[in-house]
């Protein structure tokens, strides 16, 4: 009984695993993805498209304010900050008049530094979180319960495994 109920909790544990993934994935198609793609525009056009797409996709699913923290607000979670320079980097590649190829490169030289944020790798800003927002609370909490129903599924299954392997040898003993 307890192996069953341990397969049941890994199970459901996976389940919640996958559900997070497939969530982190839509984002990457439908947010991130463009978001790289317009920062590795070599046309003012080409960056403007890729923008566009992200920026309707965030009005769509109003994505557009609020924090993505679970416990406090921090200026890294603040998705109306990061939606306005969206914005902004928009607005500035829709507007450029300039036929000069020395502001053209500027303007996409700034719209990389905005978009992409350098270190020891270079990865697209993001609010983190923003891939479940506005339900980041509620997969804080699922999360955390697929890790403990991981643990507690693999436990019950060794003790379950564990007494078999103890019966079957007080058998073997016996015999």
Do not use: C, H
Request: net charge positive; proline share 2%; hydrophobic share 40%.
């Amino acid at each position: 009984m307890k192996s069953i109920i341990g397969t049941l909790l890994i199970a459901v544990s996976l389940v919640i695993f996958g559900v997070r993934i497939s969530k982190k994935i839509q984002f990457k198609q439908n947010v991130s993805g463009y978001l790289k793609r317009a920062a590795d525009a070599s046309t003012i056009e080409i960056a403007n498209e890729e923008l566009t797409k992200v920026i309707t996709y965030l009005e769509a699913n109003n994505l557009t304010s609020g924090y993505t923290s679970m416990i406090w607000e921090t200026p890294n979670e603040d998705i109306g900050f990061w939606y306005k320079n969206l914005k902004a980097s928009q607005n500035e590649l829709q507007n450029l008049k300039s036929e000069s190829a020395l502001e053209r490169t500027n303007v996409l030289i700034k719209l990389r530094e905005t978009l992409l944020d350098t270190g020891k790798r270079t990865k697209v800003t993001i609010p983190r979180g923003l891939a479940v927002y506005p339900n980041n609370k509620l997969w804080g909490f699922l999360i955390t319960t697929a890790l403990f129903s991981l643990l507690i599924g693999f436990v019950l299954i060794a003790i379950e495994a564990d007494k078999k392997a103890k019966k079957k040898a007080e058998e073997q003993l016996k015999s």
